[in-house]
């Protein structure tokens, strides 16, 4: 138990469907992550959140939005993916000192996509 | 750039082997971690190294900061079953780049 939740573990959806995956994390950090995970290649980053900010977007496509409500909850709205979307998706939390984090990145289990 | 060189990409050892994995970058950094991510669960942070030259232990699990900053290794002593897994360094300047990971094989 790492302190940071995810849901849904496995999500299965088809190009046309619209779905979130959720992140949690009960750890009093500031700062968020989404990251992507594929086989046999290096955790890709895509979104970082610093007190709710949006601060980096790594060229990230459209069809996937991220949205941030408070520090606590990151969720990724998921539309129009294609199959090479398939990966684990890894939230992750750190803290933030004077605007940058400090390194420790704090992971949740991850959420397993599969778009066919 | 400040892509990360980890190697090697696995590894199968037998159970009491001690395992040495590295990585390389051709940019320095001012932090490097060493995560494992067991099958199915996400990484976890496993050791931290914040100065160049630092030289860590976690119980079997030791770490150094490369002096130059480009690279850092970790070994393990005694190798379990339970170590089995992927070992991902990450490096940090502004923000964290990670390896593309250590297939940890042992057998018992």
């Known amino acids: 138990e790492t302190g940071v939740t995810q849901t849904p573990r496995h999500l299965v959806m088809g190009m046309t469907n619209k779905k979130s995956l959720k992140c949690e994390q009960h750890l009093g950090h500031n700062a968020m992550y989404w990251y992507k995970q594929s086989a046999k290649k290096p955790l890709e980053l895509m979104f970082v959140y610093n007190f709710k900010e949006q601060t980096e977007n790594n060229s990230v496509p459209s069809r996937f939005s991220p949205e941030c409500p408070n520090s606590s909850h990151l969720f990724l709205h998921l539309h129009t993916l294609q199959p090479e979307d398939s990966a684990l998706y890894l939230c992750?939390?750190?803290?933030?000192?004077?605007?940058?984090?400090?390194?420790?990145?704090?992971f949740g289990e991850g959420s397993r996509l599969t778009v066919l | 750039g400040q892509q990360l060189n980890q190697s090697p990409q696995s590894m199968f050892i037998q159970e009491g082997e001690d395992v040495s994995m590295n990585c390389t970058s051709s940019s320095i950094f001012n932090t490097w971690l060493w995560y494992k991510q067991d099958p199915g669960e996400g990484p976890v942070l496993l050791i931290a190294?914040?100065?160049?030259?630092e030289l860590t232990s976690n119980g079997r699990l030791t770490a150094q900061f490369g002096i130059t900053r480009k690279d850092s290794f970790l070994n393990i002593s005694a190798s379990i079953p339970s170590d089995v897994g992927i070992y991902f360094c990450a490096g940090q300047l502004n923000d964290m780049r990670f390896g593309a990971g250590t297939r940890l094989t042992v057998k018992p």
């Open positions: 190294l914040y100065k160049a030259g």
């Open positions: 992750a939390s750190s803290k933030t000192s004077g605007g940058a984090n400090t390194g420790e990145l704090f």
